[in-house]
């Protein structure tokens, strides 16, 4: 079974800084998809980014970029120049394209940026 | 293009009731997944429905059970209702084709069981 891990339950950085979140994850699957979602006060799970397994290219979405380790099963996520509206739970995700097409989810890490 | 919506946005019973929740994907969208988020537990995937036919279920109960209609709209139904059944049940959609490994999630409803 598929496993992830968020090693940072809380994080919380000044306004215009870059943070960067943690993930691991465990697999023997070799094609996977792995994502970040962003749940704010709201409760809307919103994905940010997502990475494919086979590209060794990582992913970016404007200020959102990631760091896709496959050897180590890291998967870690870079905000930079950190805003306000960027505030919320942020969870890792696992996809596997074995079987059942199901999310397995980190316990989340909860960023705070202050003003 | 409309989100995601799910019905009621809370949602509270007594033991032993039965829970219906609703959930309506993105247009286009054929398949829906439903995802508990309880406190201490977090994410965990519930049941996922794919053109009519339940596709796979999570580590859950048989009271937990749902439907998927033929406009690809889904229920949930959650029989004899226990304490631990209170959390957030999160709704999903994603469409085939080259980005059908994405799935978009609906705001939840707060289910709460006393």
């Known amino acids: 079974a598929q496993t992830v891990t968020q090693s940072q339950p809380e994080m919380s950085v000044q306004e215009a800084e870059t943070v960067t979140l943690s993930c691991t994850y465990d697999?023997?699957?070799?094609?996977?998809?792995l994502f970040w979602y962003k749940q704010p006060p709201s409760r809307q799970m919103i994905l940010v980014i997502r990475q494919e397994a086979y590209k060794q290219q990582n992913a970016t979405e404007n200020r959102f970029s990631v760091n896709f380790q496959k050897a180590a099963k890291s998967f870690s996520l870079k905000i930079s120049d950190s805003q306000l509206g960027d505030t919320a739970m942020y969870f890792c995700?696992?996809?596997?394209?074995?079987?059942?097409?199901?999310?397995?989810f980190g316990q989340g890490t909860r960023l705070t940026i202050n003003p | 293009e409309a989100g995601v919506t799910q019905s009621p946005t809370h949602l509270i019973k007594t033991r032993g009731q039965q829970a219906t929740l609703r959930c309506s994907p993105i247009?286009?969208?054929?398949?829906v997944y439903w995802y508990q988020q309880a406190l201490g537990l977090g994410l965990q995937f519930l049941l996922w429905?794919?053109?009519?036919?339940?596709?796979n279920r999570g580590n859950f109960p048989p009271r937990f059970s749902g439907r998927q209609f033929p406009n690809y709209s889904s229920e949930l139904n959650v029989n004899a209702l226990e304490l631990e059944d209170s959390a957030l049940y999160l709704c999903a959609s994603n469409k085939p084709g080259q980005r059908r490994y994405e799935q978009y999630f609906g705001p939840g409803t707060r289910l709460t069981v006393t």
């Open positions: 697999t023997s699957e070799n094609n996977y998809y």
């Open positions: 429905y794919d053109e009519g036919e339940e596709r």
């Open positions: 995700a696992f996809l596997g394209l074995q079987g059942a097409q199901k999310l397995v």
């Open positions: 247009s286009g969208h054929t398949s």
